[in-house]
């Protein structure tokens, strides 16, 4: 019965904090990026404007949930779902403090990615089922873009694969227990985070969206909560790419003095704020900087990131 | 790279710069006096209505959002029988006190006229009228112009001479 019960629990308070968290980050990110750009941003809702995230989900409940009579139906109803899903299938492997994980898969960085490349299968779904020529480009490109960063980004963590030797994210975050692989692996991070940023399609790298030029991309036409599962899927992948980022890079739950799973929030915490950081700094670049960025550079660099580790690796036996 | 880092600390440092918004319910702007906001009829010193109903102001405005009646009170004075001003149509453009001879109409620094009906926009002359003299002070068109009423003729007004017979100047 334990054994059934606490599993249970896990999967439960994962699924809670994870959506609360995400949720919470969009009244967060106003905040931070009214903070930088001097001004307030919701504060009348709540203490601290904290309150606005229920107003908002309060507004999208009410609102007319309009499927396009031009988009093809079902793909259109089911590509909010699988952005949604995938992100959240990929929280099972993040392990938030020892044996508190929903599933230590001896291969969870695979899941991982393999979750994480499941997900373009939404925005492209989401922008071809719209039957609306923003909504294709912004499908499109999300496609391209998310196909191209996906092959980047598990290649630079092979490097933390080799030196710790497993796929296991327990096994990962214990071989950092002598150094933190953000120093060795010092590329291999920053590969990681502008894929992670690709992958969330945040702002620096958000051409799927675009605003400027493609109304809203690839969810112009959705509305209501279809609209909010692609919000709050974004929200959620920037908090797994954090999540992860801390995991395979930071030490994970590693650190003196507090519990595992403050450090692990700290750390995840941090790079949140990195990211909304970016947004607030960055413009957006074009789109075939973008690609020319993804395959000309990034790529060569995690090719050359993971043969000198193995390299040095190999030296030293 | 260095470029992407250094504007990323300089963003950063935006932490402890202070805030530029005005909390407005709250905290209010500073309105400079001459702000064009919500128009107002103003009264002479001694109390009286400024405006003699001479429709300049309704003549000038752009968008046609005042309405008058002109009527004529027992001492031969013009006054506005009904002065209504729709504001759902103002644009405060102001031309309505730049034409006013008697500086009667005026507008204020007010701006906070948000109402949940259309209609309480129309402003009638009640909801004009101030006790005041507004921006312009002392000035009362009847002391000063040639126009005779009850208790001033012809003549009588400051600094104005009197009449002149037109028959005493022929040669």
Redesign the interface.
Known sequence: MRDVIIPLIIVFAVLAGVLTVSAGLIWLERRLLALWQDRYGPNRVGPFGSLQVVADMIKLFMKEDWIPPFADKPVFVIAPAIIMATTLMSFAIVVFAPGLTVIDLSVGLLFFLAMSSLGVYSVALAGWSSNNKYSLIGGLRAAAQMLSYEIFMGLSLMGVVLLAGSFNITAIVEAQKGMWFCIPQLPGLVIFFIAGIAETHRLPLDLPEAENELVAGYHSEYSGMKFAMFFVGEYLAITLIAALVATFFLGGWLGPWLPPFIWFAIKTFTVICLFILLRATLPRPRYDQLMSFGWKLMLPLALLNIVVTGGILLLRG | MFG?IS??W???L??F?????I?YPEQKAYMPPRWRGRIILSRDPEGGERCVACYLCAVACPVGCISLQSAEDEHGRRYPEFFRINFSRCIFCGLCEEACPTYAIQLTPDYEMGEFNRQEMVYEKEDLLIAGEGKYKGYNFYKVAGVSIADKDKGQAQNESPPVDRHDLLP
């Open positions: 992407i504007g990323l300089k963003v950063l935006h932490t710069r202070r805030r530029v918004t909390q």
